[in-house]
Each structure stands twice: as structure tokens, then as C-alpha cells.
């Protein structure tokens, strides 16, 4: 019954910003890791920012630099925060949390790079 919901996405020109939510149904502490990805059309899904339990993050290295993957434990929620968004980051974006044994999507969130 893990349920993740992403939010904040939306149409953004270039240069600009956004930041997405993935708001989980249970504490994120349970997770092992949550992470974003992205998928555009025709294009395999692809691991963009990572956070483990511990705290370490890692990233692609197509946003290295320009996104930022937090979470506020007390919220139940992980963040993507995207800066100086390129039109090759629109995709949908969805969150994604791993325990041990088991892996669960959100739906996704739409964001659009367009002037």
C-alpha cells in the first residue's frame, strides 16, 4: 500500500527553475533509497538524482551541478530542486523508493522546457 505522489511539475522556459515533490504515504526512513527519474517520449527511463538513507546523493551527469535531490524527513517527502532547466530535461519525471526487497513508482509529473 506505498503510494509516492509527485507534484510541481509544469512548463518552464529555459534557464528557469522548478521544484518537484514526491510525497511518500510512510515514513522515507524506511526506504533504502528514493530517487528521480525521468523518461521522455521514445526514451528509456533513466536514473537522474539519487539519495540513500544515510544522506549521500548522487546524480546523472547530464544535471550534475544544476539539480539538487533533498528530503524532509518530518514532510515524508523527497524534493528535486532544477536549475537552469535545458529543453532536453523535459520528460516526466517520477519518483521512485526501494527497500530491500521492494520498489514502488509515483505516477509521474510532466515537465516541459519550452520558450
Known amino acids: 500500500q506505498v503510494q509516492l505522489v509527485e507534484s510541481g511539475g509544469g512548463l518552464v522556459q529555459p534557464g528557469g527553475s522548478l521544484r518537484l515533490s514526491c510525497a511518500a504515504s510512510?515514513?522515507?526512513?524506511?526506504?533504502?533509497?528514493m530517487a528521480w527519474y525521468r523518461q521522455a517520449p521514445g526514451k528509456q527511463r533513466e536514473l537522474v538524482a539519487s539519495?540513500?538513507?544515510?544522506?549521500?546523493?548522487n546524480y546523472a551527469d547530464s544535471v550534475k551541478g544544476r539539480f539538487t535531490i533533498s528530503r524532509d524527513s518530518a514532510q515524508n517527502t523527497v524534493y528535486l530542486e532544477m536549475n537552469s532547466l535545458k529543453p532536453e530535461d523535459t520528460a516526466v519525471y517520477y519518483c521512485?523508493?526501494?527497500?530491500?526487497?521492494?520498489?514502488?513508482w509515483g505516477q509521474g509529473t510532466q515537465v516541459t522546457v519550452s520558450s
Open positions: 521512485n523508493a526501494m527497500k530491500i526487497l521492494s520498489m514502488y
Open positions: 539519495i540513500i538513507s544515510d544522506g549521500n546523493t
Open positions: 510512510e515514513s522515507i526512513s524506511s526506504f533504502k533509497t
